[in-house]
């Protein structure tokens, strides 16, 4: 092993340390950032679903299962996570692949399995947790930094479930679970003139790959360059989503006060352009909250991830806290206009169950790698 990885590790028992909280393997400090954000988006929703006491309770119930999901998973040790990481995999990509030829099409991708009919989910957003742990567990006992062979390798296991999910079409989840797998391979100690290939590759790959996104996608890169090309159409999105984040100034409007969201000029208000909900109605202020919650969240998580006992902990944990920047990172410059809509919610605050879920799950995996003895 590297000597990159060689650090002081803590005992276990001053990982016991903390009492109560971590007898049951969770995290007091990421537990309570995570909630304070949860709750604040509780409060948003609210207004974003026109106090519709339906959609709410219905959030309420997702966000419930999600922090069973939460508990449950700080409770399994390391050992269980790298034993059964294979096949998690293997089963998350079986179910992208039955998701191409059964799945449930909504506005016009189909993303969704239906189970029974009772519910839907979207296998897709459970590989954001399955490809790392997978990439991670395939390095945890080979020499650090990887070989070139070993690099390969890895690519292959992100690339099989990644190009599943950008055929359904669902671009940017496809980005965001190849952004997962690709920060393991970074962590493990890829050398850096490798990652600058790897830019000058994609980049010299560009006008080819231009001619394999659909037209949407296309018009999408397009507009944000000049949205207002097409106003009522294609920047229909940015140009409503930055009008009313532009609105709400310093303090905003005022929670429920909202016109943008409330008179239908805003799409996707409770989804993907919550935030936008959030600058009208709550202002700067409000936006600037949020951030420093997020930022702690990512500060601590990486903070438990540096201190993980293994190399297995520290790969996944370290990616999976890195993939929660990178979705929202996209979230609010696609919001913003500096990126391409492609998507992607606003995490623990968007109305919707299966990314809270694997969220949460992927935040109590993190404190049980951090709580758990290393074996």
């Not at 309420?60 to 409770?75: D, E, K, T």
């Not at 989804?271 to 951030?291: H, K, Q, R, S």
Request: charge should be neutral.
């Amino acid at each position: 092993m590297s000597q990159d990885f060689v650090r002081s590790l803590p005992t276990h028992e001053r990982v016991l340390r903390g009492g109560g909280w971590y007898r049951l393997h969770i995290d007091p400090v990421l537990f309570a950032l995570v909630t304070m954000v949860v709750a604040c988006g509780l409060v948003v929703l609210y207004s974003a679903v026109d106090q519709n006491e339906t959609l709410f309770r219905a959030q309420l119930i997702r966000l419930g299962v999600a922090f069973a999901a939460l508990i449950i998973a700080a409770q399994l040790p390391p050992q269980f996570y790298v034993r059964w990481a294979p096949y998690i995999y293997v089963l998350g990509v079986a179910l992208l692949i039955l998701v191409l030829f059964a799945g449930v099409t909504v506005k016009g991708s189909r993303r969704w399995l239906d189970v029974a009919g009772i519910t839907r989910f979207q296998p897709s957003e459970f590989m954001k947790i399955a490809v790392p742990m997978a990439v991670a567990w395939y390095f945890h006992d080979r020499p650090l930094p990887p070989s070139f062979k070993d690099v390969c390798v890895a690519l292959a296991i992100v690339l099989i479930p990644a190009g599943c999910i950008i055929a359904q079409p669902d671009l940017g989840t496809g980005i965001l679970v190849a952004g997962a797998g690709l920060a393991v391979v970074v962590l493990a100690g890829l050398p850096w003139r490798w990652v600058g290939y790897a830019f000058l590759a994609v980049a010299a790959a560009a006008p080819g790959l231009w001619y394999t996104l659909q037209e949407y996608q296309r018009q999408r890169i397009l507009t944000l360059f000049d949205p207002e090309s097409d106003p009522l159409g294609a920047g229909w999105n940015i140009i409503q989503s930055t009008t009313a984040i532009g609105s709400g100034g310093l303090t905003g409007k005022g929670l429920l006060q909202g016109t943008q969201s409330h008179l239908d000029f805003l799409p996707e208000a409770r989804t993907d352009f919550i935030i936008a909900v959030i600058g009208e109605e709550l202002g700067l202020m409000g936006v600037l909250v949020l951030l420093t919650l997020y930022l702690l969240i990512i500060a601590r998580g990486l903070y438990l991830a540096a201190s993980a006992e293994s190399t297995f902990g520290r790969l996944l944990s370290g990616a999976l806290i890195l993939t929660f920047f990178v979705y929202l990172f996209v979230n609010i410059a696609m919001v913003s206009g500096l990126l391409p809509v492609v998507g992607v919610p606003l995490p623990l605050v968007s109305y919707g169950g299966t990314s809270a879920l694997t969220i949460l799950a992927g935040f109590g995996i993190v404190m049980a790698i951090r709580t758990h003895k290393a074996w």
